[in-house]
Every structure is written in C-alpha cells, then in structure tokens.
C-alpha cells in the first residue's frame, strides 16, 4: 500500500506541474483594468517560459511536500502523543519525588513545599494527590498488587500490553475516590458520573471492559509481592524469583476506564484487598499554563528549590511541536529563493524595454512595479493549487497509513490533523513574501544602455 501512494503522489504532482501552462494563460487574457506594470510583467513572463515554468514548478513542488509533510507529521506527533497515557491534561503540572521509596511522610512534606514553590511562579487553581503504588515504589519493586481475572477465559491481567505505560510515572495501580480522575480530566460528563457512582459504590474501574462480566463486576485478586521484592532488591535473576503469592480474592462492581493503562481501586476496594496505597504525586492546575518553551526552565526551578522534588509540565516537547513546522520553513526559504532568482534573471532581460519606458517619461517605480508583478504572479499560480493539493494528500497519508497498520502503535490514535493556522500562513503569507523579496531585489538605479555612435 506504500508503494501505491508514492506513485500516486507522483502522478498527481506531475499532473499539477503540467497544468501550470493552462492556469498561467488565464491571467494572459486581456483586461483593460491592468495596469501597465502588471501587463509588462506577464509578458516577460510568458515570453521567457524557460525560465517561468521551472520557477513555478519548483515553488508548487516545495511548498505540495511541505504541507504533506506539515499534516503527517502534526498527525503523527498527536498520534504519539495519546499513544501514552498521561497524569493530567496539557498545561498542568505533576508533582512527585526524585526517589518513590521516600517514606511517606518525606513524600507529603516535599509535594506540600513544591506546591507553594510552584504557586509562587504560577498560581495553582487547584490539586488533586494520586494515591496507589508504582512500579519503582521499592528497591525490589511494589510489594503488593492486584489483577483482574477475566470472567470468559479466566486469565489475569495487571495492566494492558497493547497500551503504553503512563508518560509521567510508571504506576501499576491507582487508588482513588474520583477526586484524581476528576482534576486528570480522564472522563468525559457522562462517563465521569457512571465512574464515580462505581467508585462511591466500593468498586473498581479497568482498562478493559472484557473484564467485566454480565453483572457488570469484576473478579480482582490481591497478590503478595513481598518476595519477589525482596529477591530483587538482592540482586536475583528474573528466572530466579518466587512465585507471587494470591493474598484474597473478591468481586466488585465495576466499569470501564480504557484511558489508563492500569486499574483504578475505591478506597473501599483497595481495603478488602489489602492492598497498599502512597501518595505518587500531585496534580497541579495553574492559572497560567507553562507552554512548551519555558517547561525546561520551569522544572529546573522547581528541582533546585525544593531538592527532592520533581515537576513534569504535561506537555509535548519542543522538538515534536518544531518538527513539523520545519517543512513549512523550508518550503518558504525555497520559495524566497526561486523568486529572488527570477526577479535577477528578470530584471537582466526587461532592462532594455524599462530604458524605453525611462526615456519616454515613465515613473521611476514602474521598473520596482514590474518585477513585484512577476513575483506575485509566480506565487498565486503555484502556491494556492500547492495548499490544496498537499492538503488532500497529507489526510490521504495518514488515512492510509493508518489502515495499513505500519505503525502498530500508533493504529487506533493515528487521525488527520490539519494545522489550519499553518496552510493558510503558507497560502497568504508567501504571496506577499515573494512580492517583498521582488521589491528588495529590484535595482533602484540603474544606468540606461546607451547606443555609441
């Protein structure tokens, strides 16, 4: 299927470059409206073709990949993105310590004074503490844990596979009473009501609903870890640790919470299991969200005044927000470039013709007139076919690398995403770049071609 879309992608650019003539002869019909400039700047450009058609094709052909390129990759970035699961929404802060087997009450002190720390620089709207156990909470690893039995085919299951761990720490299951889930904005109105009513009711919410049965519960077993843990922290092998030890076995309502790779336990639940729940971190909403740019300063803030502590600004790196936008910045300089050219080349060739016009009393602006003419022209014919072309290929591309199932973890969350304030940035904005470029490159004075007698 690859294959497939490479060659129509060379198909249709090609296309697109032959048509260049056609869309180019419709400015050449006579309009009494143009004016003198405008009339000398289209026929330069049509009667030196050589040098017109490669120009637009190379503009049309720079900025058609640069918006394919720009639509793939903001996919593939967002794709990647809700890969992962995440502690919180996009601009809020996840506190948590350097070390997870601190005590708890080191814990509590170092999020209490990151927290003040953090409303100091921006001011925190409100917080919710995670509650549970991660997978680093003990030199050996947790000591207890939980799995939920499948009701079909009785297999167990702690956390899903085909699901990444969660970006900001790597927990192995979360004890909540809803306060968490609520400020993490993991549920939409609806859902949210039917996940607290669950949890308020001593239930569980999993990541897979296949785990529940026709009565809408789940069967959950708590396992002592406590040996494992223990030969791990002793250096033994991986084919050398005990086997887990079941501690109880209980059923609870449930429902579904496929955001999360992880289970999410009531207060209730996580006490008849006898499971052990500590404070992982804060979630922090503020009311000027850190943006991507000064998150690397933000943290390192935060890290040098409470020593101990860690701040994770929930966020996408610069280099995944940039990357993108690399291919658009290529595509003006190119663009910019290819103008330059033409108005140089331009200004060469209609040099005698602009001498007559000088001689005969024209304005000294019309030479600048004319090759901003060219520039501009240059531009609507390629650049607005370009936009729309690589448009529709972009979402082609991602449609189809979606369903081919190149990318298998990027399958279910790979969508089109369209960067609208971009292509029409591209679509306005380079018209008028390529004008400025034909107006700073014009000479202002040159020496009229004298004949010698």
Same mark, same amino acid.
């Given at each position: 299927?690859?294959?497939?879309?490479?060659?129509?992608?060379?198909?249709?650019?090609?296309?697109?470059? *032959?048509?260049?003539?056609?869309?180019?002869?419709? /400015?050449?019909?006579?309009?009494?409206?143009?004016?003198?400039?405008?009339?000398?700047?289209?026929?330069?450009?049509?009667?030196?073709?050589?040098?017109?058609?490669?120009?637009?094709?190379?503009?049309? =052909? =720079?900025?058609?990949?640069?918006?394919?390129?720009?639509?793939?990759?903001?996919?593939?970035?967002?794709?990647?993105?809700?890969?992962?699961?995440?502690?919180?929404?996009?601009?809020?802060?996840?506190?948590?310590?350097?070390?997870?087997?601190? !005590?708890?009450?080191?814990?509590?002190?170092?999020?209490?004074?990151? +927290?003040?720390?953090?409303? =100091?620089?921006?001011?925190?709207?409100?917080?919710?503490?995670?509650?549970?156990?991660? /997978?680093?909470?003990?030199?050996? *690893?947790?000591?207890?844990?939980?799995?939920?039995?499948?009701?079909?085919?009785?297999?167990?299951?702690?956390?899903?596979?085909?699901?990444?761990?969660?970006?900001?720490?790597?927990?192995?299951? &979360?004890?909540?009473?809803?306060?968490?889930?609520?400020?993490?904005?993991?549920?939409?109105? $609806?859902?949210?009501?039917?996940?607290?009513?669950?949890?308020?009711?001593?239930?569980?919410?999993?990541?897979?609903?296949?785990?529940?049965?026709?009565?809408?519960?789940?069967? #959950?077993?708590?396992?002592?870890?406590?040996? &494992?843990?223990?030969?791990?922290?002793?250096?033994?092998? $991986?084919?050398?640790?005990? $086997?887990?030890?079941?501690?109880?076995?209980?059923?609870?309502?449930?429902?579904?919470?496929?955001?999360?790779?992880?289970?999410?336990?009531?207060?209730?639940?996580?006490?008849?299991?006898?499971?052990?729940?500590?404070?992982?971190?804060?979630?922090?909403?503020?009311?000027?969200?850190?943006?991507?740019?000064?998150?690397?300063?933000?943290?390192?803030?935060?890290?040098?005044?409470?020593?101990?502590? !860690?701040?994770?600004?929930?966020?996408?790196?610069?280099?995944?927000?940039?990357?993108?936008? %690399?291919?658009?910045?290529?595509? %003006?300089?190119?663009?910019?470039? =290819?103008?330059?050219?033409?108005?140089?080349? !331009?200004?060469?060739?209609?040099?005698? $013709?602009?001498?007559?016009?000088?001689?005969?009393?024209?304005?000294?602006?019309?030479?600048?007139?004319?090759?901003? /003419?060219?520039?501009?022209?240059?531009?609507?014919?390629?650049?607005?076919?370009?936009?729309? !072309?690589? #448009?529709? %290929?972009?979402?082609?591309?991602?449609?189809?690398?979606?369903?081919? *199932?190149?990318?298998?973890?990027?399958?279910?969350?790979?969508?089109?995403?369209?960067?609208?304030?971009?292509?029409?940035?591209?679509?306005?904005?380079?018209?008028?770049?390529?004008? #400025?470029?034909?107006?700073?490159?014009?000479?202002?004075? +040159?020496?009229?071609?004298?004949?010698?007698?």
């Amino acid at each position: 299927m690859g294959h497939r879309l490479v060659v129509g992608v060379g198909l249709l650019e090609a296309g697109l470059i *032959g048509s260049l003539p056609y869309i180019f002869t419709r /400015w050449r019909a006579p309009n009494r409206r143009a004016s003198m400039s405008m009339r000398l700047a289209l026929r330069d450009a049509v009667r030196n073709g050589h040098r017109t058609f490669p120009a637009m094709a190379s503009i049309l =052909t =720079t900025v058609f990949v640069a918006c394919g390129l720009l639509i793939t990759l903001s996919s593939s970035n967002e794709a990647g993105w809700n890969s992962r699961p995440h502690a919180g929404q996009r601009g809020q802060v996840f506190l948590s310590t350097v070390d997870k087997t601190d !005590s708890v009450t080191r814990t509590r002190n170092l999020l209490q004074s990151a +927290q003040q720390v953090v409303d =100091t620089e921006r001011t925190v709207t409100s917080s919710a503490i995670m509650n549970g156990m991660a /997978w680093n909470s003990g030199p050996g *690893g947790p000591e207890t844990m939980v799995e939920a039995v499948n009701p079909t085919d009785k297999s167990t299951l702690t956390m899903r596979d085909d699901m990444g761990t969660m970006a900001e720490i790597d927990v192995a299951y &979360i004890v909540d009473d809803g306060t968490y889930l609520r400020e993490a904005g993991y549920l939409n109105e $609806d859902d949210m009501v039917r996940a607290i009513a669950t949890l308020n009711a001593g239930g569980v919410l999993v990541p897979d609903p296949k785990l529940i049965n026709g009565a809408g519960q789940a069967d #959950l077993r708590s396992l002592d870890m406590s040996a &494992i843990a223990a030969a791990k922290a002793a250096g033994a092998s $991986d084919d050398n640790l005990p $086997d887990a030890l079941v501690h109880r076995t209980m059923t609870f309502p449930a429902s579904p919470l496929t955001r999360i790779n992880v289970m999410v336990l009531s207060p209730q639940a996580s006490e008849a299991l006898g499971l052990r729940a500590v404070p992982l971190g804060e979630l922090l909403t503020v009311d000027k969200p850190v943006n991507p740019v000064d998150a690397p300063s933000f943290q390192t803030t935060i890290a040098r005044q409470v020593p101990g502590a !860690s701040a994770q600004v929930i966020a996408p790196t610069m280099r995944s927000l940039v990357l993108p936008y %690399v291919a658009a910045l290529i595509a %003006v300089v190119a663009a910019a470039a =290819t103008v330059a050219l033409v108005v140089a080349l !331009s200004s060469s060739d209609m040099r005698p $013709d602009l001498d007559t016009l000088d001689a005969i009393g024209a304005a000294p602006a019309m030479r600048r007139h004319v090759t901003t /003419w060219q520039g501009v022209v240059l531009a609507l014919n390629a650049i607005p076919t370009a936009v729309l !072309s690589g #448009l529709i %290929v972009g979402v082609l591309a991602v449609i189809t690398f979606a369903n081919s *199932g190149i990318f298998p973890t990027l399958t279910t969350t790979l969508r089109p995403i369209v960067p609208w304030g971009a292509l029409l940035g591209m679509l306005i904005g380079m018209p008028i770049l390529c004008a #400025l470029v034909a107006i700073i490159l014009t000479p202002r004075h +040159q020496k009229r071609i004298r004949r010698i007698n």
